[in-house]
């Protein structure tokens, strides 16, 4: 197959839907898989002849064998307990330190909660009032258990109302904060994380990012933990970059802020032909066939874990011997082989999940496809006009190629 067709069917489009003026970009892209794939099967004792299993497997492998060597360096921390969560997020932490960003000001959320109290919170602290409450606990903890505690509907038909109200005036920039919840809340939150399969989550408005009081206990949970928490240090400095930047328009803030944290992705089906779409979540997850995957588009969320993989292969600075298996995972996040009825990427976190359903012999590629995307776009502009254009049109949902600019790109 030639690059048009190779890169057509990894993405499972017509190849005469990806219409490029400069079919070089794509046969550049080819040509660099291809080296990518080599210089990684190599290091995994394989060749361009190895079978789907064979590769799906020496990939998981791989990921079990680096999680193990991380977890001895670490002196193998224990995730069901405080210490070992602790641990992590102080290691973490010395990869990338967690930044300054333009949050919710304490004081509000405080209002936020007195306006509408927690019910079920309150009740499982064994507390009376939302003012017992707060005077007893930490608030941002209260403000964390929202997600795991209280039924969703409510949140969104009655709580996140209340962001409907909210003014450039509550916000402040202050440091983000990395945290571990205390053991009270362990018991509310098996079912988030049996549900996630992992425990670790955050809150863009309020600027936290939380690990929750117990471990999901599935393989490669060391290298998935410290993976999402470098993604999540990357998502809620970005997100609360264009929070500041909306914070310029007093008048939609409100509505741009709540369509912001809803992640909403545009859905009208575009009528020129070189618009891009922006996507900001991983829509495969909920429709396989959903058009907005197979029209020309970018992912902030693919690009945000992207940088993610990079400073994972930073942890070789902290752990020398670890150098040559963390840099692995850098740049292969768009990477992935063909077979003739299946697709194997080699995106680190698409591997991760791969390896905690490897008794389903489950195999995804979601993030790969969406990477290749980006790759795409980077490789016809450059990486910055990808962040630039993914931060600037997030909320719109779409660009237009400038004419005589952009080569022709088709979607479906």
Request: hydrophobic share 40%; glycine share 4%; with cysteine.
């Amino acid at each position: 197959m030639d690059a048009l067709q190779t890169i057509s069917k990894i993405l499972g489009i017509d190849p005469q839907n990806l219409q490029i003026g400069d079919l070089t970009v794509l046969e550049k892209i080819e040509k660099e898989r291809q080296e990518k794939i080599d210089q990684s099967l190599k290091f995994l004792g394989l060749d361009n002849q190895s079978s789907p299993d064979v590769l799906l497997q020496a990939l998981l492998s791989k990921m079990e064998n680096d999680n193990q060597a991380l977890s001895d360096f670490l002196n193998n921390p224990d995730l069901n307990t405080s210490a070992g969560r602790q641990f992590i997020i102080r290691f973490v932490s010395q990869i990338k330190s967690p930044p300054s960003g333009f949050f919710l000001k304490e004081s509000k959320a405080r209002q936020l909660l007195i306006a509408n109290p927690p019910q079920k919170i309150i009740s499982f602290l064994g507390h009376k009032t939302i003012e017992e409450t707060l005077a007893k606990e930490d608030l941002t903890q209260i403000f964390c258990a929202l997600r795991f505690i209280e039924d969703p509907e409510w949140l969104n038909s009655v709580f996140f109302k209340k962001y409907n109200s909210l003014t450039p005036d509550d916000f402040e920039t202050r440091p983000l904060k990395l945290i571990v919840l205390d053991e009270h809340w362990k018991s509310s939150a098996q079912k988030f994380v049996s549900h996630k399969r992992h425990n670790i989550s955050h809150l863009k408005e309020l600027g936290v990012i939380f690990v929750l009081p117990l471990a999901a206990n599935l393989p490669g949970e060391i290298m998935r933990t410290i993976g999402l928490l470098l993604h999540y240090l990357e998502e809620v400095p970005f997100y609360s970059s264009i929070i500041k930047d909306i914070s310029q328009q007093p008048e939609n803030f409100s509505t741009n802020l709540t369509s912001l944290l809803r992640g909403d992705v545009y859905d009208q089906r575009p009528t020129e032909k070189n618009t891009w779409l922006v996507i900001q979540r991983y829509l495969e997850k909920d429709n396989p066939q959903d058009w907005r995957l197979f029209w020309p588009h970018i992912n902030t969320e693919s690009l945000l874990y992207s940088r993610a993989y990079k400073n994972i292969s930073t942890i070789g600075k902290i752990a020398p011997v670890l150098s040559e298996d963390m840099e692995f995972w850098s740049s292969l996040d768009w990477v992935a082989q063909i077979f003739d009825s299946q697709i194997i990427s080699f995106d680190f976190m698409d591997v991760a999940m791969s390896l905690v359903d490897k008794d389903k012999k489950a195999s995804y590629f979601y993030h790969q496809h969406e990477a290749l995307w980006n790759k795409i776009f980077s490789s016809l502009f450059s990486e910055e006009e990808l962040s630039t254009q993914a931060r600037k049109n997030l909320l719109q949902g779409f660009f237009i190629s400038p004419p005589n600019s952009f080569p022709t790109i088709v979607g479906t």
